[in-house]
């Protein structure tokens, strides 16, 4: 399996924003004086950033995907361990794609019950409430889900959809838990991080009001995914029923000539004009719903990772949130 990894060292960024450099605008720092902060996934890697990057320490966030590379398929690799086991923060979703992530901190030492000095895990699924991740979006109009198959797992999170950044909402209270693990191993920036977390606190407020405006005022109701769907926890938030190709973590690639049928049905019976796609797609479902409907198909960013543009345009969540979200708005009215 092709290793996808990225190590962010945000030197530029530190130099603008008048954070001791790391490296490139000055000397840099020996590693054991800076913050290191690994992450698992794009959003949170963003989240920490726009804290750490207001601390005006040394700091280092990594995220171990590459740009434009598959979450779901992901492996650790031997740099990838040891980047994770000698940080101070290691934030993880937890979900399905993720139990390699439980397994890799019991089996190095790493926990929060050993209390290692200086060291912290924050898994975010334990902080949200959880959504059971719902299957055959195509052919299920009530999206019931299999109760008695769900709890047949033996894994803990593994019949809830991981995907709990797609809601404002939750991408806030996840802030805030990153900030307070950040209370717990940067002591010395605690001033700063009280502002730090009341300035993204402010952002999130303003993105999480403006998804309640557009649900409250949007014609249409109903969102068609020609895609895997990982967006339950905003859809269940806002109301909007949607029909999809996958559910969030499938690793189907071709639709049956089933699902392609209902969803195209669907588009036609409810005069649907815009059938959405997520980043990295081959779009061969959407483009085939678009040309027997005369949709159009439109991209929404997962935030599970992004291209390698997005990554260094210096883009945050809350401006891709917005980017889905004046999408939706057009798709609804």
Not at 20 to 36: F, I, S
Not at 114 to 128: A, Q, V, Y
């Amino acid at each position: 399996m092709i290793r996808k990894r990225m190590t962010a060292v945000l030197a530029a960024m530190g130099c603008a924003a008048g954070i001791l450099p790391l490296g490139g605008c000055g000397a840099k720092t020996p590693d054991e004086e800076k913050l290191t902060i690994v992450t698992t996934v794009f959003a949170t890697y963003d989240l920490a950033v726009q804290l750490a990057e207001k601390l005006e320490i040394p700091y280092e966030v990594e995220l171990l995907l590459t740009p434009g590379g598959e979450s779901h398929s992901y492996e650790p690799s031997p740099a990838d361990v040891a980047a994770i086991q000698s940080c101070d923060l290691f934030i993880y979703i937890g979900g399905a794609s993720e139990q390699w992530a439980d397994s890799l901190l019991e089996s190095i030492g790493r926990t929060n019950e050993e209390t290692i000095p200086g060291k912290r895990n924050l898994r975010l699924m334990d902080c949200i409430t959880p959504l059971e991740d719902a299957h055959d979006h195509a052919h299920d109009d009530e999206h019931a889900h299999d109760d008695d198959h769900a709890h047949d797992h033996e894994a803990e999170w593994l019949t809830y959809d991981e995907h709990i950044w797609t809601s404002p909402e939750n991408a806030y209270l996840m802030m805030h838990e990153i900030a307070l693990e950040l209370y717990t191993v940067a002591p010395e920036a605690i001033g700063r991080l009280q502002g730090a977390e009341t300035a993204v606190a402010v952002e999130l407020e303003a993105l999480i009001g403006e998804y309640a405006e557009a649900a409250a005022e949007a014609k249409g109701d109903t969102l068609i995914f020609a895609d895997r769907f990982p967006f339950r926890y905003m859809t269940e938030r806002y109301g909007w029923k949607y029909y999809a190709a996958f559910s969030g973590c499938s690793s189907d690639t071709d639709a049956s000539a089933a699902t392609l049928s209902f969803l195209i049905s669907k588009v036609k019976e409810e005069g649907i004009d815009t059938v959405f796609y997520l980043e990295n797609s081959s779009q061969k479902i959407s483009d085939a719903v678009c040309a027997a409907t005369g949709a159009k198909a439109v991209c929404l960013q997962s935030l599970n990772n992004v291209s390698k543009a997005d990554f260094e345009s210096g883009k945050h969540y809350q401006d891709f949130m917005r980017e889905n979200l004046a999408a939706i708005k057009e798709a609804l009215n």
